[in-house]
């Protein structure tokens, strides 16, 4: 570390330490021949293992930024590679990250009036640095990379994860950026990042500082603004928060630009929404009127009433049966639902609609939440009624939702988002003894898979108290015994056998070093093997589920070997390195 008080290049004074990070620390220095401050970025070399790695991306990223000229960009002045350390002199920043300003408010969301500000600027600082002649993704926007100095303005800071955009590319190389705020086709197999995956991670950092609610913790979903906040509910901001954070990026806005122009009108959007919301109200106060004729003769005004929910509660769920389309059907399932949280009807019907073809789908998953996550005012969400007035209904439903994320969703993080709704159902009175053993086992595994993040294999598992051995066994315990008596559905136990060969061909070289035994993993293919014989195909989906299962079952088999593969000296043979682990890209292909 630097000395405080010592004099770096014959001209910048050490003055204090001011921030900390994994790899380097950031002091306050003065230049005393022009007396203005700087701010110093230290890299120790020997804290690095691999620091010619980490130099050539310091040295990437403070050439990009030379090449910058903007306000709201910090400025690369010098540049000291010395023997012991390398030295970035930038702009000294003066104020607080806006992670910072979150962490003060203690959850409670920041005013709209600063966060569109801010917002604005982002935009505009975003919209300069894909406007260059090499346009630049910035790729990590979240609160922690924005400073806002004491006149408001702010700073966009860290371009560690900054690309270059390619036109010829079809993906990325890398899958950088943060969870929650970062977009999907980050996570790889979906193209390549661009300007639009900027305008994502915006929105989700919008979405962070207007709610409160980190999109980067537990439940990882962002909501509705309305459903959150209910004041939102309808809004400009909520619905300009809700198109950046699109998962199809031909959903979201497609410039900088474009969303701009949205920020400046969400005035007018309120008004329009204002207006609208008064016109329902309006119709409801008519409709209530006419409903109090309907009853008023009944000799009991509560049964009256209750009938006429139910007739219109079942009105709701055949109009959605009989729907032109997708979107009106939910809909309708969704006003079912609003209108009686504690029938499960709607809540199983809108489920049955989306998991019908066997895939969950991002904007599918939109539907549901937002179904299920109604609210009228006060924070208690229709699901949160479902549990209190029919929780056998509840768990049932919870246990169906977090099967269809498990085996049907297709976004990265199907196993986190499975594992959230298990939880929900672990200690149910309300489910057989196989459904929570399924629960308990799919939750762990969900959790375990949510941690070893999208490439799998780099969890650390002893600094949560658990080990791949604990992995294997929970591996080996959902696939046990006869799977279509289990789960009562081929696609299903289908899926679980595709989960445990794929995780064996991901992880042999950690189960082995758990101490699982090359013949424990040959049983365990065998098994899966002998299982397939044993689910007949219900449809062409189950026979190409089969049929990726069996060609990933050749591949783990080749990885277990030559992992366990030992040197033979007398003949000559070299043992053979495991293959690298798979992309997400590779990954999917692999899983059909």
């Known amino acids: 570390m630097l000395e405080i008080g010592s004099l770096v290049d014959g001209k910048y004074r050490i003055l204090s330490v001011v921030g900390r990070g994994g790899m380097s620390v950031v002091y306050l220095a003065i230049n005393e021949r022009a007396n203005k401050t700087w701010a110093i970025k230290e890299v120790r070399k020997d804290g690095i293992s691999d620091f010619e790695v980490v130099k050539q991306g310091l040295v990437v990223e403070t050439e990009m930024l030379k090449s910058f000229d903007h306000p709201h960009l910090p400025s690369i002045v010098d540049v000291l590679d010395s023997e012991d350390s390398f030295l970035i002199v930038m702009d000294f920043i003066e104020g607080q990250s806006l992670q910072k300003v979150l962490e003060k408010n203690e959850g409670r969301p920041v005013e709209k009036e600063r966060v569109l500000e801010w917002a604005k600027q982002l935009c505009d600082v975003l919209g300069y640095l894909h406007s260059r002649e090499r346009p630049i993704i910035y790729r990590d926007m979240k609160p922690a990379n924005v400073m806002l100095q004491p006149d408001e303005s702010i700073m966009l800071i860290d371009f560690g994860t900054a690309r270059e955009f390619k036109s010829r590319s079809v993906a990325d190389t890398t899958c ?9 086709e980050q996570y790889g197999g979906m193209g390549q990042t661009d300007a639009r995956t900027d305008i994502y991670c915006l929105g989700a950092t919008l979405y962070h500082l207007l709610t409160g609610q980190s999109p980067a913790e537990y439940p990882y979903v962002m909501y509705p603004l309305g459903k959150v906040i209910p004041e939102y509910a309808g809004s400009g901001l909520e619905k300009v928060v809700q198109k950046c954070t699109q998962p199809n990026p031909d959903d979201r806005y497609q410039s900088c630009a474009e969303l701009l122009y949205a920020l400046d009108h969400v005035d007018e959007e ?29 000799i009991g005004c509560r049964l009256g009433w209750n009938e006429q929910i139910r007739q219109s509660y079942d009105a709701f769920v055949a109009n959605a049966q009989n729907a032109p389309d997708v979107n009106t059907a939910v809909e309708y399932y969704t006003d079912a639902i609003a209108m009686d949280p504690a029938r499960a009807d709607a809540y199983n019907e809108l489920i049955a609609m989306m998991d019908r073809d066997y895939k969950l789908a991002g904007d599918e998953v939109q539907h549901l939440t937002a179904a299920f996550m109604h609210t009228e005012g006060g924070s208690r969400t229709s699901i949160d009624t479902l549990r209190e007035q029919n929780p056998e209904a509840h768990d049932t439903l919870a246990y ?17 988002k499975a594992a959230s709704w298990y939880a929900k159902v672990l200690e149910s009175a309300h489910l057989t003894q196989q459904q929570r053993q399924i629960a308990t086992s799919l939750h762990k595994i969900g959790n375990y898979y949510d941690s070893l993040g999208a490439g799998g294999g780099k969890y650390d598992f002893a600094a949560q108290g658990s080990t791949y051995l604990d992995y294997w066994k929970d591996l080996v315990e959902v696939t046990d015994g006869d799977l279509m008596e289990r789960t009562g559905h081929a696609y299903i136990a289908l899926g679980l056998y595709k989960d445990l060969v794929y995780e064996i061909y991901n ?11 090359q013949s424990e993993m040959t049983a365990q293919l065998d098994k899966v093997r002998q299982g397939l014989q044993a689910i007949p195909p219900a449809d062409d989906e ?8 069996e060609k990933m ?28 682990e798979p992309s997400d890209q590779q990954q999917q292909e692999t899983e059909g």
Request: with cysteine; charged share 20%; proline share 3%.
């Open 176 to 184: 950088l950026g943060t969870r929650g705020y970062a977009a999907p």
């Open 270 to 298: 309120d008004d329009r929404a204002r207006a609208a919301q008064n016109k329902k109200w309006r119709r409801f106060v008519a409709a209530c009127a006419v409903c109090a004729v309907g009853v008023a003769g009944m």
């Open 400 to 416: 169906r939702l977090a099967s269809d994320y498990y085996f049907f969703y297709t976004g990265t993080d199907r196993r986190s």
């Open 507 to 517: 992880c042999t070289p950690k189960f082995k070093q758990a101490g699982v035994e």
């Open 542 to 549: 189950d026979r190409q589920q089969v049929a990726a299962i």
């Open 553 to 580: 079952l050749t591949q783990a088999e080749s990885m277990v070997n030559s992992t366990f593969m030992t040197v033979d000296a007398t003949a000559g043979q070299t043992q053979t390195s495991p293959q690298d």
